[in-house]
């Protein structure tokens, strides 16, 4: 079965510095997709990122980039000049494409805290 | 456009209670979701809905129901509420099921904060 980890409970930067949130999986699949959420006090699942494992550019949305090392397993968020606003708990989740189900698995999230 | 609703958005019940959670989506999607949020925790899918007319269990549906109303509303019902039911419950959308392409991505309600005593 697969399983997502982030091992990082809780990380901190300065305001506007950049910040790298770490996620592995384990999986014996080829094809997959790979997600960050972010999770701010509201509580609202808000996704930042998405990453198809086929394609071996990095996704990047703005301010938000990926490091997808397909044969390490491991799918890492870099948040660039860290605003406020990013302040939330950030998880990373796994898609099957071959899964009889299709269900997300998540990691347990990292809370990211923003130091003005 | 107010994408996926939850309601209510806190509730306090007492153990052998029973309650629904209401969710709805104006997004036109077709594939609907209901996860529980525990501390230090991911998600877990409880039941979802690939599309109108069909359900089907996720990883802990044991306690839950759910009904696909329409296409809009996807409610749970707890029949006889325990302490271990106590989390947070997320509603969430895609406008497809497993496509293989962007449209299976989720889309979030606000979350129901669920307490049973």
């Known amino acids: 079965a697969q399983t997502v980890t982030q091992s990082q409970p809780e990380m901190s930067v300065q305001e506007a510095e950049t910040v790298t949130l770490s996620c592995t999986y384990d999986t014996s699949e080829s094809d997959y997709y790979l997600f960050w959420y972010k999770q701010p006090p509201s509580r609202q699942m808000i996704l930042v990122i998405r990453q198809e494992a086929y394609k071996q550019q990095n996704a990047t949305e703005n301010r938000f980039s990926v490091n997808f090392q397909k044969a390490a397993k491991s799918f890492s968020l870099k948040i660039s000049d860290s605003q406020l606003g990013d302040a939330a708990m950030y998880f990373c989740?796994?898609?099957?494409?071959?899964?009889?189900?299709?269900?997300?698995?998540w990691g347990a999230g990292t809370k990211l805290i923003i130091k003005p | 456009n107010a994408g996926v609703t939850q309601t209510p958005k806190f509730q306090v019940l007492k153990t052998g209670q029973s309650m629904t959670l209401q969710c709805a989506q104006d997004?036109?999607?077709?594939?609907m979701y209901w996860y529980r949020q525990d501390p230090g925790m991911g998600l877990r899918l409880i039941y979802y809905?690939?599309?109108?007319?069909?359900?089907d269990k996720g990883e802990v549906p044991n306690g839950y129901n759910v009904s696909r109303l329409n296409k809009r509303e996807f409610s749970l019902r707890l029949e006889s509420a325990a302490p271990s039911q106590t989390s947070v419950y997320f509603c969430?959308?895609?406008?497809?099921?497993?496509?293989?392409?962007?449209?299976?991505?989720?889309?979030f309600g606000p979350g129901t904060r669920l307490t049973v005593l």
């Open positions: 809905s690939a599309s109108e007319g069909t359900t």
């Open positions: 997004m036109n999607h077709n594939s």
């Open positions: 989740a796994y898609r099957s494409l071959r899964d009889s189900n299709y269900q997300l698995i």
């Open positions: 969430a959308s895609s406008r497809e099921w497993a496509s293989g392409g962007s449209t299976d991505t989720q889309y």
